[in-house]
């Protein structure tokens, strides 16, 4: 079955600095990977993802993800980190079975 | 542009009733899901449809039934709330089931006493 790990709970990083989330998967398959974010009291919203093709990523609100085939990694970076970036980022895989996987979520704060 | 839409957005149940959480997208998706998000556990599939008249059983679906007569909604019934249903509950649709990124709605939050 399809599984997706975010190691870390919390990822603090000041503001202008920059910002990586991580994920790993494990997917029987090509994988098809995403990330979304969640701020209070709302639904997820979709950032980017890799289907297939560029193992560079780049999505919305000046965020990019980049595909490592090799060390089954998706990591999720911001060259410069805003406090309003601060908010729960969760990483799923969907594999050949069409079902959506999404780890249990990083909280991103964002230090003035 | 509404998107996916779910109702309510919060409710409190007594041990043992049953209520439905309504979805609805006006995407045209085929591709209808529902999740549950609980603390340090991130979000959980309970049931989806491929389409209307077809529906599956996700990771938890005990507790749960699910129907889909329309492309567009896609109701969760819980049949006899518990405690352990205490959650908030996404509903989420995508173009197709594989490679296009799905939409969320708003999320219920649910308490059951």
């Known amino acids: 079955a399809q599984s997706v790990a975010q190691p870390e709970d919390q990822v603090n990083v000041a503001e202008g600095n920059p910002l990586t989330v991580k994920c790993t998967y494990s997917?029987?398959?090509?994988?098809?990977l995403f990330w979304y974010v969640q701020y209070p009291n709302r639904g997820l919203q979709f950032l980017l993802k890799?289907?297939?093709?560029?193992?560079l990523v780049k999505g919305s609100y000046g965020f990019e993800a980049e595909f490592n085939k090799s060390q089954t990694s998706f990591h999720l970076k911001k060259p410069s980190a805003l406090v309003s970036d601060s908010a729960l980022y969760f990483c799923?895989?969907?594999?050949?079975?069409?079902?959506?996987?999404f780890g249990k979520g990083n909280q991103v704060v964002v230090i003035p | 542009n509404a998107g996916v839409t779910q109702t309510p957005k919060f409710q409190v149940l007594k041990t043992g009733q049953s209520m439905t959480l309504q979805c609805a997208q006006d995407?045209?998706?085929?591709?209808m899901s529902w999740y549950r998000q609980d603390p340090g556990m991130g979000l959980r599939l309970i049931h989806y449809?491929?389409?209307?008249?077809?529906?599956d059983q996700g990771e938890v679906p005990n507790g749960y039934n699910v129907s889909r007569s329309t492309t567009e909604d896609f109701p969760l019934r819980l049949l006899s709330a518990a405690p352990s249903q205490t959650s908030v509950y996404f509903c989420?649709?995508?173009?197709?089931?594989?490679?296009?990124?799905?939409?969320f709605g708003q999320g219920t939050r649910l308490t059951v006493v």
């Open positions: 449809s491929v389409g209307a008249g077809i529906t």
């Open positions: 997917v029987s398959g090509n994988p098809y």
């Open positions: 799923a895989v969907r594999d050949g079975n069409n079902r959506l996987a």
């Open positions: 995407m045209n998706h085929e591709y």
């Open positions: 989420a649709s995508s173009y197709n089931q594989l490679n296009t990124e799905a939409f």
């Open positions: 890799y289907i297939t093709g560029d193992n």
